[in-house]
């Protein structure tokens, strides 16, 4: 018997087909079958080509559903192309599915707060971010239960490579500036070292003193100044922060040199003078909590208003040897100082240097006071101890300068300093 379709209306119902107003029943598993099943509806036969019609069907009672997927050929892949996204840019990603099974329908979630979308191919661009983004695929065909994928889409991670040479030690006088001076101090400081802090302070004409050690050293250093009667200012810039306490605290102001920089009447734990904004991260935790990275996004917002901002990060952007290496935060950090154009993030992490991590200028403020061998990653020789000085002028970058020496009377030359302990290529 031939099955004919022409001008009259053929249509597949379920695993039934109408033809000429009688209900047939076809069998799903023949290939001719399963074809006319599913296309008699929206693919019509022209009558008189009624010679190049398949042979008849054998009709039966079986349904024309799929066959069940079986656990062999349940897999369902996604492919993105590429698989990871750029760190603070939009990416265009090609994605699409792999599987053995004939699913009808793809839908496509991105978590992006995006509309799904349909299909097996299809392209999606994701926002700038320093997030990994899911996608997840939902897999159907009638009769059969929903098959679900999902993909973890990472942010890049940028190769870290270290740099080679030795610097050498070679010393200048420390220049005169037109613009505003900090003066940086590492580590503990004892009485005998507040005593050589103030003198320097007074002779290079520092305006403002940044001191990491603990709370005692950092109220000595404080008694120290007021027992010199010197008009800079101090500020607190702890290591290792105690519960609730600021990243950056105001110890003495003497004609209010520093301002707090506030978002309305909420304080921010940043402070300015003159044209620059200074802000600090607490990099206490091995990732940076939802909570802090939305305070260095705050602070970051309203100090990169002044001319010059700079951020102080206890823990290094770069590798150092017998220390710490960098860690997941290191990347949160450089990506929000990239964001924000931040002029130099400043580490206390025990070395000095003056580089770049990236599209970031990097340093390190080195200790004043040593008590092991510290150096950076890439050379042999330990490092005196030091202090650092940041000149920013009213035109211009910020200009490092290294005191060393017993009284810290001899500023290192500026090739002496080591220019690259890690950088990331972009």
């Known amino acids: 018997m031939a099955l004919w379709i022409g001008a009259l209306a053929a249509a597949a119902i379920g695993g039934a087909l109408v033809v ?4 047939w029943q076809v069998n799903a598993h023949t290939p001719a079958a399963a074809a006319l099943a599913l296309d008699a509806a929206v693919s019509p036969v022209d009558a008189g080509a009624s010679d190049a019609v398949a042979p008849a069907v054998a009709v039966t009672a079986t349904a024309a559903l799929p066959p069940p997927v079986t656990a062999a050929d349940a897999a369902l892949h996604v492919i993105a192309d590429p698989a990871e996204l750029r760190v603070w840019a939009n990416t265009r990603v090609r994605l699409s599915v792999q599987t053995d099974v004939p699913f009808e329908r793809f839908v496509w979630h991105f978590e992006d707060g995006s509309e799904p979308v349909a299909g097996a191919v299809l392209e999606h661009v994701f926002a700038e971010s320093v997030r990994d983004r899911h996608v997840t695929v939902e897999a159907m ?7 679900v994928a999902t993909l973890r889409l990472p942010v890049e991670r940028l190769a870290v490579l270290a740099a080679d040479g030795e610097a050498r030690a070679e010393a200048e006088r420390l220049p005169k500036t037109d613009g505003t001076r900090l003066l940086l101090a590492g580590g503990l400081i004892d009485d005998a070292l507040a005593t050589r802090l103030t003198a320097v302070a007074a002779d290079i004409q520092a305006q403002v003193l940044v001191a990491t050690g603990d709370e005692a050293s950092a109220q000595a250093l404080a008694q120290a100044i007021d027992n010199g009667a010197l008009t800079v200012a101090l500020l607190h810039w702890p290591r290792q922060l105690q519960g609730d306490a600021p990243p950056l605290a105001l110890l003495r102001n003497p004609g209010d040199a520093l301002t707090p920089i506030r978002r309305g009447d909420r304080d921010l734990g940043a402070w300015s003078i003159g044209d620059v904004g200074l802000a600090a991260v607490d990099t206490r935790g091995e ?3 939802e909570a802090e990275l939305k305070r260095l996004h705050d602070v970051l917002q309203w100090t990169s208003a002044y001319r010059v901002s700079l951020l102080l990060s206890a823990r290094p952007l770069t590798q150092t040897r017998d220390a710490e290496l960098i860690a997941d935060r290191a990347y949160r950090i450089y990506e929000y100082a990239l964001r924000h154009q931040v002029a130099a993030v400043l580490s206390a992490s025990g070395v000095f240097y003056d580089g770049r991590f990236g599209g970031v200028r990097v340093i390190g ?16 020789a330990c490092q005196q101890p030091s202090l650092s000085v940041l000149d920013v002028p009213a035109q211009g970058p910020p200009r490092l300068h290294v005191l060393v020496g017993d009284g810290f009377e001899t500023a290192l030359a500026r090739h002496a300093l080591p220019a690259e302990v890690g950088k990331i290529r972009r």
Do not use: F, H, K, N
């Open 365 to 380: 403020i080195g200790e004043a006071q040593t008590s092991c061998c510290v150096r950076p990653l890439g050379q042999d």
């Open 287 to 289: 990732t940076l909590a």
């Open 141 to 147: 065909r009638r009769g059969q239960p929903t098959e």
């Open 20 to 23: 000429g107003g009688v209900l």
